[in-house]
């Protein structure tokens, strides 16, 4: 076996400066996991861990949850979300494909009702070109629309005016969905 070179440290050149060095050999760790972001860093694999209120969720399913979309394209934006963390429609199981349906459906009628909303906008982004936020984990949006809210705001101001907080719908979704 080839005797591996030891260098001592001494033998460097060693002259001060200014600059203060942070050494942070922990990010190593993180560097050698590569590219992709940790599954625990997911908000959809998060939002189930935390309450109702705190991760915005209005029902919870066997193998599939509903949450507020955190960044909502209409007040009552919804996302219908497998537990799994899988990336794209074409791999989740025939389990989870029938309760992603079965909550869109419940999530239609609730919103029909608590808003009073005229059409929606469902579908699902897959992979980052095709617009998905969270590309890694499967999520299907449900956006009520109304006749009025095709206003001038996203035109002019990139702004969505949304008249409704967060947490008031999400009670509000909650309160009107049935019992399991
Ligand atoms: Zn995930």
Not at 112 to 128: A, K, L, P
Request: include cysteine.
């Amino acid at each position: 076996m080839a005797e591996v070179p030891v260098e001592d440290s001494r033998d460097f050149a060693a002259i001060p400066d200014a600059f203060q060095r942070l050494w942070t050999p922990h990010r190593m760790v993180y560097i050698q996991g590569g590219p992709e972001p940790h599954v625990e860093q997911c908000p959809f694999c998060r939002a189930p861990q935390l309450s109702d209120e705190e991760g915005l969720i209005v029902a919870r399913g066997e193998h599939a949850y509903v949450l507020l979309n955190l960044f909502p394209y209409n007040s009552g934006h919804l996302l219908v979300c497998p537990y799994r963390h899988v990336a794209t429609y074409d791999l989740a199981t025939p389990e989870e494909v029938a309760e992603i349906g079965e909550l869109t459906q419940i999530a239609m009628r609730v919103l029909t009702e608590v808003s009073r909303c005229d059409g929606f906008n469902i579908g699902m982004n897959q992979g980052r070109v095709a617009g998905a936020g969270v590309a890694g984990h499967l999520h299907q949006h449900i956006v009520p629309r109304w006749m009025s809210d095709a206003n001038f705001f996203p035109i002019i101001a990139e702004t969505k005016a949304l008249p409704q907080l967060l947490g008031e719908v999400r009670a509000e979704v909650q309160a009107a969905w049935p019992a399991r």
